[in-house]
């Protein structure tokens, strides 16, 4: 079973930074492709950021490029998610999800195993 397991969310004011960590219950992640999704109350879920596992390729949804990084720990099995200049928008719960495919529709990735979520709020 593939299972990512998240950890790091909680609350900062806006402006501020967040780290969120995303082990991986198989070993080799570099035959998975990893990232994150996240959801806001009453929205659907949006497309936050990828990895590729064979060369490190990112993707990353318009509204966090400049502000996000996603990076990889391949001995840790451990990806993490970089959250700086932190707005209230960027309040969600954020998935960490996996894939053994580096699948895309339009410009977002496509999951297939998901972690089960960890709570980011960013107060104004």
Same mark, same amino acid.
């Given at each position: 079973?593939?299972?990512?397991?998240?950890?790091?969310?909680?609350?900062?004011?806006?402006?501020?930074?967040?780290?969120?960590? @995303?082990?991986?219950?198989?070993?080799?992640?570099?035959?998975?492709? !990893?990232?994150?999704? #996240?959801?806001?109350?009453?929205? $659907?879920? $949006?497309?936050?950021?990828?990895? #590729?596992?064979?060369?490190?390729?990112?993707?990353?949804?318009?509204?966090?490029?400049?502000?996000?990084?996603?990076? #990889?720990?391949?001995?840790?099995?451990?990806?993490?998610?970089? !959250?700086?200049?932190?707005?209230? $928008?960027?309040?969600?719960?954020?998935? @960490?999800?996996?894939?053994?495919?580096?699948?895309?529709?339009?410009?977002?990735?496509?999951?297939?195993?998901?972690?089960?979520?960890?709570?980011?709020?960013?107060?104004?």
């Amino acid at each position: 079973q593939v299972q990512p397991v998240e950890s790091g969310g909680g609350l900062v004011q806006a402006g501020g930074s967040l780290r969120l960590s @995303c082990a991986l219950s198989r070993p080799f992640l570099t035959t998975y492709s !990893m990232g994150w999704f #996240r959801q806001a109350p009453g929205k $659907e879920r $949006e497309f936050v950021t990828a990895i #590729r596992g064979s060369d490190g390729t990112t993707l990353y949804g318009d509204s966090v490029k400049g502000r996000f990084t996603i990076s #990889r720990d391949n001995a840790k099995n451990t990806v993490f998610l970089q !959250m700086n200049s932190l707005k209230p $928008e960027d309040t969600a719960v954020y998935y @960490c999800a996996a894939s053994r495919y580096w699948s895309l529709s339009g410009s977002k990735w496509i999951a297939d195993y998901w972690g089960q979520g960890t709570q980011v709020t960013v107060s104004s």
